[in-house]
């Protein structure tokens, strides 16, 4: 399954179901380019798990401050709707895999 990218106008449907792992980043933002490829990996390995998807902040400005983010990348757990965890910041592969079976 590939990353999905939300808007402001899907967010809600996108992560109002199962465990959604949202990544709020940029195209300008050096740490949201290195976590990147790991959201990838993750993805790959933890589809049947966990969906993955990413909210560009300068264009979704809505969403980004309904949920308080002041620094990216910013990755929010949702489970059926609700935050259930948040990482603000780079983290390693194996960092996010326990965030998502914490919650699973």
């Known amino acids: 399954m590939a990353i999905s990218h ?9 992560t109002n179901e199962g465990l959604v792992l949202v990544d709020f980043w940029a195209p300008w933002c050096g740490p949201c380019k290195m976590i990147a490829p790991v959201l990838e990996e993750l993805d ?9 998807t990413k909210i ?4 979704n400005p809505e969403t980004a401050g309904k949920f308080g983010v002041m620094s990216i990348p910013t990755l929010l757990l949702f489970k059926d709707g609700e935050v259930v965890d948040k990482v603000v910041g780079f983290q ?13």
């Open 6 to 14: 939300v808007t402001d106008q899907t967010f809600s449907t996108e």
């Open 56 to 59: 560009d902040v300068d264009d």
């Open 44 to 52: 790959a390995e933890m589809s049947d798990s966990v969906k993955i």
């Open 92 to 104: 390693p592969k194996e960092a996010l895999a326990e965030l998502v079976k914490k919650h699973a």
